[in-house]
């Protein structure tokens, strides 16, 4: 089966607009905050004005991807802002670094990895069916090749 012929599911095809990624961002930061406070020595509030700063750094980048007229995703915009943000020479640079410093950024990671993970759509399923069993045998030694190659380089290195 080609992909031409597979269906086009519109509902998966919509992107939230700026108001709903705000909404989106804000309950992302809360549950990262949780996962802050409980992973780190920080306190509560200094997760919260960590990530209150993450928060305005991603808003921005967001506004200038719907603003600039430049092909660039969401994530490059945001990155950008974060590096101007950030440089020695920005005024108030350190500011936001001290504030950023009380959030860990693998804590912020490991549910967006969870997502990723599990974020699979009806096309993923069709072709995963078309495919038949062989895929899951290929699936499962490109994991388990990948499990132990991380933990051979995890031993020898770390």
């Not at 005024?91 to 693998?106: C, T």
Request: with cysteine; charged share 10%; glycine share 6%.
């Amino acid at each position: 089966m080609s992909t031409a012929e597979l269906p086009v599911d519109y509902e998966a095809e919509t992107k939230p607009d700026l108001a709903q990624h705000a909404v989106l961002l804000a309950a992302v930061s809360l549950i990262a905050l949780v996962g802050n406070t409980v992973a780190t020595d920080a306190t509560v509030m200094q997760g919260l004005v960590g990530l209150a700063v993450l928060y305005v750094i991603a808003l921005v980048g967001l506004v200038l991807t719907h603003v600039v007229p430049v092909g660039l995703p969401s994530v490059a915009w945001i990155s950008l802002v974060g590096i101007l943000v950030t440089l020695p020479w920005t005024p108030g640079s350190a500011w936001v670094l001290d504030k950023v410093s009380h959030v860990n950024f693998l804590t912020l990671a490991t549910p967006c990895l969870a997502y990723a993970g599990i974020a699979i759509t009806r096309r993923e399923i069709s072709i995963a069916r078309s495919s038949g069993w062989k895929l899951f045998i290929v699936a499962v030694f490109v994991m388990t090749g990948t499990y132990l190659g991380s933990a051979i380089i995890a031993d020898l290195f770390l």
